[in-house]
């Protein structure tokens, strides 16, 4: 089955350390997002690749850097310098807009992240 | 940035009650998508407005988009248990950005 996953589902780290969260993708998809969802709360655009070696700035990138080497994977390493990392973070990916018509996103399950 | 609100922030309605959730831009829409997001669980996409007072039904939900394409509302008729989590609208800018903006979400929790 084709889908997005996200890996690992719980991550805990100490404050001070930079971590990576894993999106693999298999639809094929050019782009690929990261959200940030704190309890109760929307979901807020950190990163976006709309294409392999390219990205941009969400709402809410500092403290967060990613990476497009493939078209499968867009992985998010939050950073010491954030300050509030933990959260549960949400990666999507979907087909590239060629009208007026957006292709609905894709939702991996989610990692929630917990830094002491 | 894209401003996008949605109220009301939270609903509680008697099992069988109607709901609303609206969506409101700052700029003009090319579209705008909505999401459902059950508790525990990522979202998931409902359906796509585009063009200017287009309304779409799905069974006992009613999606409707402003005649300026500014504002949207999901209605929901009779209202059951498995309607139960967090109504997203999300919306991008011009045609070529693939930025999508999540609103700021409308919990619904029914009482049986």
């Known amino acids: 089955d084709g889908g997005i996953t996200q890996s690992p589902k719980y991550l805990f780290r100490k404050e001070g350390q930079n971590v990576t969260l894993s999106c693999e993708q298999n639809l094929n998809h050019d782009a690929m997002y990261w959200y940030r969802q704190d309890p109760g709360q929307g979901l807020r655009l950190i990163y976006y690749?709309?294409?392999?070696?390219?990205?941009q700035k969400g709402d809410i990138a500092e403290g967060y850097s990613v990476s497009r080497e493939k078209k499968e994977s867009f992985p998010l390493t939050v950073t010491s310098a954030q300050k509030n990392p933990t959260a549960f973070y949400l990666c999507?990916?979907?087909?590239?807009?060629?009208?007026?018509?957006?292709?609905?996103?894709?939702f991996g399950n989610g990692t929630r992240l917990t830094v002491t | 940035g894209q401003q996008v609100m949605q109220i009301p922030q939270y609903q509680h309605v008697q099992e069988g009650e109607d709901f609303t959730t609206y969506c409101n831009s700052s700029t003009t829409l090319s579209n705008i998508q909505w999401y459902k997001q059950r508790p525990g669980g990522h979202p998931v996409f409902l359906i796509q407005?585009?063009?200017?007072?287009e309304v779409k039904k799905q069974k006992r939900l009613t999606f409707q988009f402003g005649e300026a394409k500014k504002n949207s509302s999901l209605h929901i008729t009779a209202t059951q248990t498995t309607d139960v989590g967090t109504y997203f609208c999300a919306v991008t800018p011009n045609f070529g950005n693939e930025k999508l903006t999540f609103g700021t979400g409308t919990r619904l929790t029914i009482i049986p």
């Open positions: 690749s709309q294409i392999v070696n390219d990205f």
């Open positions: 999507a990916s979907r087909e590239r807009r060629t009208s007026s018509y957006n292709s609905p996103l894709h």
């Open positions: 407005l585009v063009k200017s007072g």
